[in-house]
């Protein structure tokens, strides 16, 4: 009897893994910002921002929290490597999309950031033709790429998380409206990209007899959000670490895999 107690109790308080699949293009930030979750939640000290190469294929990372175990895959963003990002699809239950908040600023925010508070990266440039044509170049292959995640339904039906990394590059003062506005941007691009494809399908649905219309809003992501975070001060880590324990909490308990 005491074995299958403690039997049963064993199953009944082992912690469940949620997968959490991280994506974003190369050079997003996915591993720095991995790497100093890790150090955030252990204690223990983040390598230094320089000595995180790009990845190149996967890094796992496990962290135990008091409801589950987030289980972290970091997969490389570099357009050759993203062939593996189906592989991981159907067993991923939230998606954390990762991008450079700096290719995401207008003009008038880098100033004020530059204009408060001193920025020591040397090479972050500001306000050159040649740098902003990057910065756009930059942000619409990220969105390009995140919104081609969409023709994946099982993708489409996981919570969305956009963690915009590397806000030490952006004063104190304009952080806040930085992500107020690229959050509302965002919101209307994937609105749009929700009534281009519900209006593709009804046109292909328009002649054929006994078919639903589809319902408006069945093809977006309905549980999103967007949060910024910091791999160099740890701004916004508790924040991101929250929200994903709360989807683990809400998901239906089950085995390890």
Known sequence: MYHLITGLYSEWSRRPKFNVLVLGTSGAGKTALLDKVRAWHTRTSSRALAR???????????????????????????????????????EAEVLVWVMDISDWLDEDEI??????????????????????????????????????????????????????????????AAASSARTRIKGLLADRLAGLEEAEESDLRDEMENIEGLARPKAGS????????????????TGLATLVDWLNARAQQRPRRSNR
């Not at 890094?59 to 929290?65: G, I, K, P, S, Y």
């Not at 093809?219 to 740890?234: H, N, Y």
């Open 52 to 90: 995180i190469a790009p990845t190149v294929g996967q890094n796992v990372l496990d962290l135990t929290f008091k409801h589950a175990i987030l289980h972290f895959w970091d997969l490389g963003g570099e357009a050759s490597l993203r062939k593996i990002w189906p592989q991981y699809f159907e």
């Open 219 to 234: 093809g977006t992501w309905e549980d999103w959000d967007v949060v910024g975070c910091s791999a160099k001060d740890g």
């Open 111 to 172: 100033e004020r950031s530059y204009s408060k508070e001193q920025d020591d990266d040397d090479d972050h440039e500001r306000g050159t033709a040649s740098e902003q044509e990057a910065r756009a170049a930059r942000q619409e292959d990220s969105w390009s790429a995140l919104a081609s995640l969409r023709s994946h339904s099982r993708i489409r039906a996981l919570p969305l998380l956009i963690v915009l990394t590397k806000m030490d590059h952006v004063s104190s």
